[in-house]
């Protein structure tokens, strides 16, 4: 169980407020670009099946709006990896698109300082390091990137990109752009933890031939799946994204 100090909305926190039960092991959620804790809302059922999810807390949003966004990826990953020291019940990683890839590189950071691992890592809406991240939302004006996220998510989002809600979200996506150029696209050494992915089968962003490439990030064991839908396939249908990483986190590693 980890100490009660780390429940302060810094790094690290709960998704819920809930009481967290004795003896049950955490999934460690790392928010996509844009995203924050109520991205991972549904997750909180989680508990009843002996796992209690907590968020990464990045600064500016939500509870850390008034902080300025981080803009060094290392800094980042240090924050994470110096909160982490004080879990010490089993603790497995989820993250999506850009929050896989910042999962990824703090898995690999906590091996380089002989720190404790996770069970497992799960990632989702992300192509292996060594493809290369894809240029498309690089390439975009901010008016064709918030189209490309209305497209893209199942929420009845606001269509206009100059509303008050469209300008705040794109700060925040843009800002996690610049930390996601900054992540290690190239191959590391395979981690000594079980790595399962999961994609949508129309994802722009993905392709699909290469995913078993992720094979290569882990000494243990790799599984990959796709289920329908685009980068929030998720959103389509949550019951079956919830079964299939629920059956991931809890099945046992051969």
Request: charged content about 20%.
């Amino acid at each position: 169980m980890a100490t009660a100090s780390i429940t302060q909305p810094r790094w690290l926190a709960p998704l819920s407020t809930a009481p967290c039960r004795e003896g049950q092991d955490i999934l460690l959620c790392f928010p996509y670009g844009g995203g924050g804790s109520s991205a991972f809302h549904g997750l909180e059922a989680l508990r009843y099946a002996g796992i209690t999810p907590w968020v990464v807390k990045l600064p500016g949003r939500e509870e850390r709006i008034q902080e300025p966004a981080a803009t060094c990826i290392h800094g980042l990953i240090d924050a994470i990896v110096e909160a982490l020291q004080a879990f010490t019940r089993p603790l497995a990683f989820y993250g999506h698109s850009f929050g896989a890839g910042l999962a990824l590189d703090v898995a690999h950071a906590l091996v380089e300082r002989g720190c404790q691992l996770p069970t497992r890592l799960v990632l989702s809406g992300r192509m292996p390091p060594h493809t290369g991240y894809s240029p498309l939302l690089g390439a975009m004006d901010d008016e064709q990137l918030w189209q490309h996220v209305c497209a893209e998510s199942a929420l009845p989002l606001p269509r206009d990109a100059s509303c008050g809600f469209a300008r705040q979200a794109l700060v925040k996506l843009k800002a996690d752009l610049v930390l996601n150029a900054q992540l290690t696209y190239r191959f590391i050494r395979p981690l000594p933890i079980p790595l399962y992915t999961l994609n949508g089968l129309d994802d722009p962003l993905i392709d699909t031939h290469r995913l078993d490439e992720w094979q290569r990030y882990s000494s243990i064991r790799y599984q990959g799946q796709c289920l329908p839908g685009g980068h929030f396939f998720f959103e389509k249908d949550f019951q079956r994204f919830y079964a299939t990483l629920l059956t991931t986190l809890t099945e046992q590693d051969s």
